[in-house]
T-cell receptor
Framework: GAGVSQSPSNKVTEKGKDVELRCDPI?????LYWYRQSLGQGLEFLIY????????KSGLPSDRFSAERTGGSVSTLTIQRTQQEDSAVYLC???????????????FGEGSRLTVL | AQSVTQLGSHVSVSEGALVLLRCNYS??????LFWYVQYPNQGLQLLLKYTTGATLVKGINGFEAEFKKSETSFHLTKPSAHMSDAAEYFC????????????FGRGTSLIVHP
């Protein structure tokens, strides 16, 4: 498809398990972001990739969270030893290039809803 | 540091009435400001933006917002609400500290009554 694709759309897991969330950005977009949206909260920035530059990991809440972007395209967000407070909607977005980043032109996926029991 | 405050988690209006969604920002430098909209079961999409130049900016679907530096505000308005405007609206700010990664507010849910 033409938009940002995320999978799974819903994930229910048990506390302590690891989960992987996938993001397939718009083809050709160099920038990719992960945000988290908890109930009643705004979007919380997690990590940002731009081309081949080192990612900006300043928003990752703990060392249980990590993300990688392979080949400048698909990204995977991994949460290890999940906790109940990790329950949220995880949103991925992409931007075409640096100019689009500066202009705030982010294209969002529909998100992956994570529930930790 | 940069931040955004959206006043009111829910705003309810009648169809045809004025829509006003409030956003105040905090930024150490002249900011870039954005409004995003999230319709049910869809991803967020950019509604409008202010970067430089004219302080009154127009977006899609008849929405507009005005950057007021003296009030540190960027309120979103629409003269006449439609049922299809019912959605979650997010204000965002960027550019402070050299980072262009948007910082989002908590969102305001717009409810439109017939």
């Amino acid at each position: 498809g033409a938009g940002v694709s995320q999978s799974p759309s819903n994930k229910v897991t048990e506390k302590g398990k690891d989960v992987e969330l996938r993001c397939d950005p718009i083809s050709g977009h160099t920038a990719l972001y992960w945000y988290r949206q908890s109930l009643g909260q705004g979007l919380e920035f997690l990590i940002y990739f731009q081309g081949n530059s080192a990612p900006d990991k300043s928003g990752l809440p703990s060392d249980r969270f990590s993300a990688e972007r392979t080949g400048g395209s698909v990204s995977t967000l991994t949460i290890q030893r999940t906790q109940q407070e990790d329950s949220a909607v995880y949103l991925c977005a992409s931007s075409a290039n640096r100019d689009a980043v500066y202009a705030g032109e982010l294209f969002f996926g529909e998100g992956s809803r994570l529930t930790v029991l | 540091a940069q931040s955004v405050t959206q006043l009111g988690s829910h705003v309810s209006v009648s169809e045809g009435a004025l829509v006003l969604l409030r956003c105040n920002y905090s930024s150490s430098v002249p900011p870039y400001l954005f409004w995003y909209v999230q319709y049910p079961n869809q991803g967020l999409q950019l509604l409008l933006k202010y970067t430089t130049g004219a302080t009154l900016v127009k977006g899609i679907n008849g929405f507009e917002a005005e950057f007021k530096k003296s009030e540190t505000s960027f309120h979103l308005t629409k003269p006449s609400a439609h049922m299809s405007d019912a959605a979650e609206y997010f204000c965002a700010v960027s550019k402070s500290g050299g980072s262009y990664i948007p910082t989002f507010g908590r969102g305001t849910s717009l409810i439109v009554h017939p």
